[in-house]
């Protein structure tokens, strides 16, 4: 069942995990006052309400209604990096109104982040306390700390934090549990970045994971630009991976060609923080090689084209596959409506690894007088295999959408319909009915 924002319930917080978060994110709310804010102060608060609607088979029974309803909370106090205290917040629940237990062992609930800004304009200091997700260097973490970042000259800079990893609050809670790193940065204006990253994670008082890592970016003459990274698993002594691209103009293209290496082994970690769907993958040795090519073409503003070249490799499977896409796509001026096509081969040694797929899509705003602007969205993609898998030659996705906007533009309510056909869902379709409303200084 395809929904909107349906990765982000896959979080690894139980209910007290989410309690506790809720709790310390009032905390900060209250601490905020003391901190230099007025009541003037600018502020955010965006909503998202989610209603699904879907059948599954359970445990119990076949066929059971499953009808979660999801609420989506953003709280912004301030502006993120300007000078000043600001307060981020941003959380989700669900309810399920069916008549089933399909969201029995899953989480209700979970604080994203909820933190407190300091940003200065002095050395470009900035700090946040509390939850927060970082993304930077080998990190790439949720956690309960302490994160900061500055400038020492004007040729380096530097990042660190200190924290408790949320991701192991299930496992004896945080007793022993600890996530630091951070990362080096020399730089030369415009010309090139190079950085250094390090982050140790440690269970219940055990190394659980370190890594090390290094990226850089280049502006090379001629307008080409390289950047990439590489990873080096401490644990296990070897590269976990490495990706490197450049990007370069051609005449009217717009050309990125790319290298990408991973090690399972050495990628995905079989500690207890590792994604639990992907941790048998790091004990099969197997290393896959990515090389391929994004070719954009811009010649008018109304058109995009783009093309895309990939060739998957697998040492130890001995398999190797290529695929070779085309879109092309229309817009509407400078509004979002667009309809576009794309056509899709991919030559593989397995029967899930050829096949040929074309998709369709459109999304049409309007703006009539004297009514709410509203659009339309709808999109297809159908897949045909070359050989039937499961009794199955073919996969067909189809999703049709209603959405208009009300209030100054302020709450935007949508209708979505999805059906879906493959050799491992039959006859799947599902409703989903979603209202945005934002409120504030934005």
Same mark, same amino acid.
């Given at each position: 069942?395809? @929904?909107?924002?349906?990765?982000? #319930?896959?979080?690894?917080?139980?209910?007290?995990?989410?309690?506790? +978060?809720?709790?310390?994110?009032?905390?900060?709310?209250? /601490?905020?006052?003391?901190?230099?804010?007025?009541?003037?102060?600018?502020? &955010?608060?965006?909503?998202?309400?989610?209603?699904?609607?879907?059948?599954? =088979?359970? *445990?119990?029974?076949?066929?059971?209604?499953? &009808?979660?309803?999801?609420?989506?909370?953003?709280?912004?106090?301030?502006?993120?990096? #300007?000078?000043?205290?600001?307060?981020?917040?941003?959380?989700?629940?669900? *309810?399920?109104?069916? =008549?089933?237990?399909?969201?029995?062992? !899953?989480? !209700?609930?979970?604080?994203?982040?909820?933190?407190?800004?300091?940003? @200065?304009?002095?050395?470009?200091?900035?700090?946040?306390?509390?939850?927060? $997700?970082? /993304?930077?260097?080998?990190?790439?973490?949720? %956690? !309960?700390?302490?994160?900061?970042?500055?400038?020492?000259?004007?040729?380096?800079?530097?990042? *660190?934090?200190?924290?408790?990893?949320? *991701?192991?609050?299930?496992?004896?809670?945080?007793?022993?549990? &600890?996530?630091?790193?951070?990362?080096?940065? $020399? $730089?030369?204006?415009?010309?090139?970045?190079? +950085?250094?990253?390090?982050?140790?994670?440690?269970?219940?008082?055990?190394? =659980?994971? #370190?890594?090390?890592?290094?990226?850089?970016?280049?502006?090379?003459?001629?307008?080409?630009?390289?950047?990439?990274?590489?990873?080096?698993?401490?644990?296990?002594?070897?590269?976990?991976?490495?990706?490197?691209?450049?990007?370069?103009?051609?005449?009217?293209?717009?050309?990125?060609?790319?290298?990408?290496?991973?090690?399972?082994?050495?990628?995905?970690?079989?500690?207890?923080?590792?994604?639990?769907?992907?941790?048998?993958?790091?004990?099969?040795?197997?290393?896959?090689?990515?090389?391929?090519?994004?070719?954009?073409?811009?010649?008018?503003?109304?058109?995009?084209?783009?093309?895309?070249?990939?060739?998957?490799?697998?040492?130890?499977?001995?398999?190797?596959?290529?695929?070779?896409?085309?879109?092309?796509?229309?817009?509407?001026?400078?509004?979002? @409506?667009?309809?576009?096509?794309?056509?899709?081969?991919?030559?593989?040694?397995?029967? #899930?690894?050829?096949?040929?797929?074309?998709?369709?899509?459109?999304?049409?705003?309007?703006?009539?007088?004297?009514?709410?602007?509203?659009?339309?969205?709808? !999109?297809?993609?159908?897949?045909?295999?070359?050989?039937?898998?499961?009794?199955?030659?073919? @996969?067909?996705? &189809?999703?049709?959408?209603?959405?208009?906007? /009300?209030?100054?533009?302020?709450?935007?309510?949508?209708?979505?319909?999805?059906?879906?056909?493959?050799?491992?869902?039959?006859?799947?379709?599902?409703?989903?009915?979603?209202?945005?409303?934002? %409120?504030?200084? =934005?």
């Amino acid at each position: 069942m395809y @929904s909107i924002g349906g990765g982000r #319930e896959q979080g690894m917080n139980n209910k007290s995990d989410f309690f506790y +978060g809720t709790v310390f994110s009032f905390f900060l709310i209250s /601490f905020l006052p003391t901190a230099t804010f007025s009541q003037a102060a600018e502020y &955010s608060i965006s909503s998202d309400t989610i209603i699904r609607i879907f059948e599954r =088979d359970t *445990a119990d029974r076949n066929d059971a209604l499953v &009808s979660p309803i999801y609420e989506y909370l953003k709280v912004d106090i301030g502006k993120r990096e #300007e000078a000043g205290f600001s307060f981020h917040g941003y959380g989700w629940g669900r *309810a399920d109104l069916g =008549d089933g237990d399909y969201f029995t062992d !899953d989480p !209700d609930g979970e604080l994203l982040y909820g933190y407190l800004e300091y940003a @200065s304009d002095w050395n470009d200091l900035n700090l946040r306390l509390g939850r927060q $997700h970082i /993304f930077f260097g080998v990190s790439n973490q949720s %956690l !309960d700390g302490l994160n900061g970042s500055t400038s020492i000259t004007r040729y380096f800079s530097i990042a *660190a934090y200190a924290a408790y990893p949320v *991701a192991l609050n299930n496992e004896n809670g945080y007793d022993g549990d &600890s996530l630091v790193g951070g990362r080096v940065e $020399h $730089h030369w204006g415009t010309l090139y970045q190079i +950085g250094s990253s390090y982050q140790r994670v440690a269970n219940d008082g055990d190394r =659980d994971e #370190e890594t090390l890592g290094l990226d850089m970016s280049f502006a090379l003459p001629g307008s080409i630009n390289l950047r990439g990274y590489s990873t080096l698993n401490l644990e296990t002594d070897g590269w976990a991976e490495h990706f490197y691209n450049l990007n370069f103009s051609l005449a009217d293209f717009q050309v990125q060609p790319f290298f990408q290496r991973f090690q399972y082994e050495d990628y995905f970690s079989d500690g207890i923080s590792s994604a639990n769907p992907f941790r048998y993958l790091a004990g099969t040795d197997e290393t896959m090689t990515v090389l391929g090519a994004d070719l954009s073409w811009y010649k008018s503003p109304n058109w995009e084209t783009a093309f895309a070249v990939k060739g998957y490799d697998y040492d130890i499977r001995q398999e190797s596959s290529q695929f070779l896409s085309g879109q092309v796509i229309w817009h509407k001026g400078e509004d979002l @409506s667009q309809i576009g096509a794309e056509i899709g081969y991919m030559n593989g040694d397995t029967p #899930e690894t050829k096949y040929v797929l074309g998709r369709t899509f459109v999304f049409w705003g309007f703006f009539p007088k004297n009514l709410p602007p509203f659009y339309v969205s709808w !999109d297809l993609l159908f897949v045909s295999y070359d050989e039937d898998i499961n009794g199955e030659g073919s @996969s067909l996705f &189809s999703s049709f959408g209603l959405g208009a906007k /009300f209030m100054n533009e302020s709450l935007t309510v949508a209708l979505t319909g999805d059906y879906s056909k493959d050799p491992y869902f039959n006859d799947n379709f599902g409703v989903q009915l979603v209202a945005s409303f934002t %409120l504030g200084d =934005d």
